[in-house]
């Protein structure tokens, strides 16, 4: 499944943030995210750095994750990426809030922005029987 990242200049839109949700969904059943939040990308030196909250539900419980990713964007290894993925917490399912809440932040860094479950993983069509 390949994520619709096509968006320009929406949250959580991008080639790296694509890569990411592919590495997600090798991890995670994509068929049980319910929320993915992301933080603004940061950039240093020749690096790009993004984090991404995932919020699953499994059966009676919820279960929230970081996707983190660094991407060189400058000098000889430019289009180098690695992904990560660590489950952070899990509880309740309408313990949503309280879970966020675990999740490591920097000081300076704004509140994550909503990304669209479709953005990342757009429902799968299926084709129409042959007539």
Same mark, same amino acid.
């Given at each position: 499944?390949?994520?619709?990242? @096509? $968006? &320009?200049? %929406?949250?959580?839109? !991008?080639?790296?943030?694509? +890569?990411?949700?592919?590495?997600?969904?090798? @991890? $995670? &059943?994509? %068929?049980?995210?319910? !929320?993915?939040?992301?933080? +603004?990308?940061?950039?240093?030196?020749?690096?790009?750095?993004?984090? %991404?909250?995932?919020?699953?539900?499994?059966?009676? +419980?919820?279960?929230?994750?970081?996707?983190?990713?660094?991407?060189?964007?400058?000098?000889?290894?430019?289009?180098?990426?690695?992904?990560?993925?660590a489950?952070?917490?899990s509880?309740?399912?309408?313990?949503?809030?309280?879970?966020?809440?675990?999740?490591?932040?920097?000081?300076?860094?704004?509140?994550?922005?909503?990304?669209?479950?479709?953005?990342?993983?757009?429902?799968i069509?299926?084709?129409?029987?042959?007539?």
């Amino acid at each position: 499944m390949q994520p619709n990242l @096509t $968006i &320009p200049d %929406a949250p959580g839109a !991008g080639p790296a943030w694509a +890569r990411l949700a592919a590495t997600l969904a090798e @991890t $995670i &059943p994509v %068929a049980e995210i319910d !929320g993915i939040w992301t933080f +603004r990308p940061l950039r240093r030196d020749l690096y790009e750095f993004g984090t %991404a909250i995932v919020s699953r539900v499994e059966g009676n +419980r919820r279960r929230i994750y970081t996707g983190r990713y660094a991407h060189t964007i400058k000098g000889r290894d430019r289009g180098t990426f690695e992904a990560q993925c660590a489950e952070v917490g899990s509880g309740p399912l309408e313990t949503l809030d309280e879970l966020l809440t675990l999740v490591p932040r920097r000081s300076d860094e704004d509140p994550p922005d909503p990304v669209s479950l479709d953005l990342w993983y757009p429902p799968i069509q299926e084709e129409p029987p042959a007539d």
